[in-house]
């Protein structure tokens, strides 16, 4: 095993390469930094320009071959999820040169991979930049200095596929099942007509091969995004500039809350991309594959109470974590989000309250919007937290 990394054994294989460097969701600018460094000596990091803060942004370049792979992450500063995929996808690269598959990518393919795109967003966990712009609706008017990065980044390596890295909410499921979206693809329109041009369709063939890949490891996890069309979007532009264009949005596994098993699947899935495109078995896929994949819903909350006697009625509480920075940490805040008898959602996790009486630590009834890190079920505190896998 030592010398293949092939996808069934990539799960194996993966502590070898895991960046332990990185941890959970809040990943600024100084803990990438060095190791960006650490990858000097094999691959060439270069700071293709700087955020409004004056923070370098700077891109890895690996790989030798004629397919050029254009990728970025944390586009949106607090998705940090893709950009420690990328990581590990390098260290994996950097370690196992030799090894058989890696060996083809990289001698098939050239990568140009911008870790983070938006570090003041990164540094203060939002998913603007500093100046309140969201970077994915900025593409056509490019008013933000990052936006302008990524684009003379575009223009300069003139690339055969882009891949645009994302985190997507716990809200989202795989279709009307009972099945988190543990990952969404998109191969964003480029037009309002949403035409399947030669570029969209080779878009969708790759999604096809890695939802492939993907379903012998998270059975009906993976959903398609909506595709309406946005010029703003990167992924939309880019595509609109006959680049095959993928978006890719790393979501919620049950209690993995710090997104530690997403974060291997969405390595395993760029791998599984990547193998595709350089070999070319993604020709081998149709668009019907693609289509195949269910679509995102909005069906899912954090935490379902069902059952809960508020008042003298009988509801379901449903509840959704708020994220909040505090000294360097993550913090999921706990808020009632709706209120319904027969709630039509699923839970993340869900507690039967058995029709017995739910009340605020103060004593009184629940309402929209009110933090409940703990509830009162039967004058019995309740701790209403996040759990953590990992
Ligand atoms: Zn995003």
Redesign the pocket.
Known sequence: MENRIELNTFFEAYPTFKNQEFHGRYLPFNQLKPELEKLRDKFEINEIGKSHLNIPIYSVKLGKGLIKILAWSQ??GN?STTTKAVMDLLNLFRLQENEEQVNSILSNCTLLLIPMLNPDGANRYT?ENVNKVDL?RDAHEQQEVESRVLRECYEGFQPDYCFNL??QRTIFGAGKQDKPATLSFLAPSQDEERKISRNRKRAMQVIAAMNEDLQKVIPGQVGRFDDAFNINCSGDTFQSLEVPTILFEAGHYPGDYLREKTREFVAFSMFSALQAISTSKFEDFKVENYQAIPENQKNFLDVILRNAMVEGQKLDIGIQFSEKMKSGNIIFEPVVKKLAPLLPLFGHREIDCESQEVQLVSGEAPGENDIVSIILLNNEKLSIKTSHIS
């Open positions: 586009m949106h998705e998913r994915n994302h985190d």
